[in-house]
């Protein structure tokens, strides 16, 4: 008689080692990058830097990410899932943004990366950002409001009192 119970197969477990193998691999790969990006900028983090810092063959990497522009872009989607999504407030989100080191170092380095990035009203990942705010924010037009502040931010970062002050007119 099969049994009812919900737990996890023996023959499951090479399943899950795997996969907590991925998504290991996939997170060093992710977080190298973004040092890297932080330490010189977007055009000095080649894919063998983005491996070598990660600590991976540059065989594994290729197994993850056709190339940087994927890589970026899964760092990026990381980052809205980790801001947007998580327990963060808007107050929170905002001073992750305007403090974050690879952010600022594509503000001096990259400047057109960092516009190309933001600019692209279309992309998929605007609705999950608007998605995230609509926990933090009173109204439609406030979440509006905040998306188009933030955006501002990773141009021209806001001290930390200035984002309190701004992030309360926006979550009332």
């Excluded at 795997?18 to 983090?45: D, V």
């Amino acid at each position: 008689m099969p049994s009812t119970d919900n737990s996890l197969s023996i023959k499951d477990e090479p399943y899950l080692r795997q996969m907590t193998s991925f998504r290991r691999t996939r997170s060093a790969i992710l977080e190298g990058t973004k040092n890297l990006i932080a330490a010189g900028g977007l055009h000095k983090a080649t894919m063998i830097d983005i491996a070598d810092t990660a600590q991976v063959s540059r065989a594994t990497l290729y197994n993850h990410f056709r190339d940087k522009d994927a890589v970026l872009r899964a760092l990026i989607e990381s980052e809205v899932e980790r801001l947007f999504h998580g327990a963060l407030g808007l107050e929170e989100i905002a001073w992750e943004i305007s403090s974050d080191p690879a952010l600022a170092k594509l503000r001096s380095t990259d400047p057109g990366a960092l516009a190309r990035l933001l600019t692209d009203p279309n992309d998929e990942l605007w609705a999950r950002v608007r998605a995230g705010l609509e926990r933090s924010v009173a109204s439609p037009t406030h979440v509006d409001m905040a998306v188009r502040w933030l955006l501002g931010q990773f141009l021209q970062p806001l001290s930390k009192n200035d984002i309190a002050v701004h992030a309360s007119l926006l979550t009332r």
